[in-house]
């Protein structure tokens, strides 16, 4: 069973979002999956890079309207 | 990933609060996307390397700045308030006035604040290199810096950034 952490940053700008993403990865094990919230409008094409950038499965990116937006990460190494 | 990583250097020349961010936080991200980041302080930037940043801001000379308030109605935040020069260079404290206001708005906003970026980048292991020769000039010691600081040329420097895929000049 895929362990779920939840991550939020709510109300953190640019770059604060990528970077605590990669901080709560790095405790989690291959196959975990982080769930991230933030409300920065930027998040959105800056977690689509990251995860290019990273190799990490982005399984979702959600606009969730009223500037929410939701992601599941997927820890693959 | 097996594959070699990325490569970012950049050189921050700038110690002022508003041009601290850039190198800061093109660093932190970078080096959250797995890259490997070098960033070189020289000149002005020097400074952001010591224990305690005393970055200021001035809008003295700067007609871009927006000079705006961080608290009131939304209406009363989007005002930009004319500062001509004059009156600027004559008020004792503007600076610091100007450099709090900015901090305030940075914070209201959720920006991190440099200290904070900076303690990102340390921990994703970006390295954080001061000039020898300017540190000369200007008279800083390696111990005025954040321990993690290592200091070299321009020389060394060039043969870290001929490696990277991303160069930057801050």
């Known amino acids: ?77 | 990933m097996a594959e070699k990583k990325k490569r970012l250097a950049l050189v921050a020349t700038k110690g002022t609060l508003d041009w601290a961010y850039p190198p800061f936080i093109l660093a932190s991200a970078a080096a959250a996307m797995d890259w490997e980041v070098g960033i070189f302080f020289t000149f002005y930037g020097l400074p952001l390397l010591n224990k305690e940043i005393d970055a200021k801001v001035s809008p003295l000379g700067n007609p871009a700045m927006p000079m705006k308030m961080p608290f009131g109605s939304k209406g009363f935040q989007n005002i930009n308030w004319p500062m001509p020069n004059l009156l600027m260079a004559n008020i004792p404290g503007f600076e610091s006035a100007a450099t709090g206001l900015m901090k305030k708005m940075f914070k209201n906003k959720g920006v991190a604040s440099i200290e904070d970026l900076r303690e990102a980048c340390v921990d994703l292991d970006v390295r954080m290199i001061g000039c020898q020769m300017t540190m000369d000039v200007f008279g800083f010691s390696k111990e005025d810096f954040i321990p993690e600081a290592e200091v070299a040329g321009a020389a060394a420097f060039l043969a870290y950034a001929a490696e990277a895929e991303v160069n930057m000049f801050v």
């Open chain 1, 1 to 77: 069973m895929a362990n779920v952490t939840k991550l939020d940053c709510s109300g953190m700008l640019c770059p604060m979002p990528v970077v605590k993403t990669k901080k709560a990865l790095k405790s989690m094990e291959v196959g975990d999956i982080l769930e991230m919230v933030s409300t920065d409008p930027g998040s959105m094409p800056d977690m689509h890079a990251w995860a290019k950038q990273t190799g990490h499965e982005l399984l979702e990116s959600k606009d969730e309207g009223g500037n929410v937006f939701k992601f599941q990460i997927k820890k693959t190494h």
